[in-house]
């Protein structure tokens, strides 16, 4: 079995107004960023996943997310499986 680290992002789903985001934006406006727009605040995970191959790691990170980590009503994920090196530690 190997570690693995597994990245999460989690965001609300486009058709849903993101009022976090919409606020953020507002406030770099009137700093003068005017280039800086459709921003969308969402949530980053972390763990670590023991499993013997990365596909494996991949599947049970995705069972995670659409079990518990995300909502999927309201919530897109996307996961990155990164593997570990060869001296134990993450790439």
Do not use: F, W
Not at 16 to 42: F, Y
């Amino acid at each position: 079995m190997k570690y693995y680290l597994a990245h999460i992002t989690i965001t609300l789903r486009k058709a849903i107004l993101d009022v976090q985001g919409k606020t953020v934006e507002n406030a770099l406006h009137s700093l003068h960023m005017p280039a800086l727009s459709n921003v969308r605040i969402g949530k980053h995970i972390e763990l670590d996943v023991h499993a013997p191959d990365k596909e494996t790691a991949q599947d049970l990170v995705e069972d995670a997310c659409r079990k518990l980590l995300a909502n999927l009503v309201m919530e897109d994920y996307s996961v990155d499986i990164l593997e570990p090196r060869k001296n134990g530690q993450m790439k």
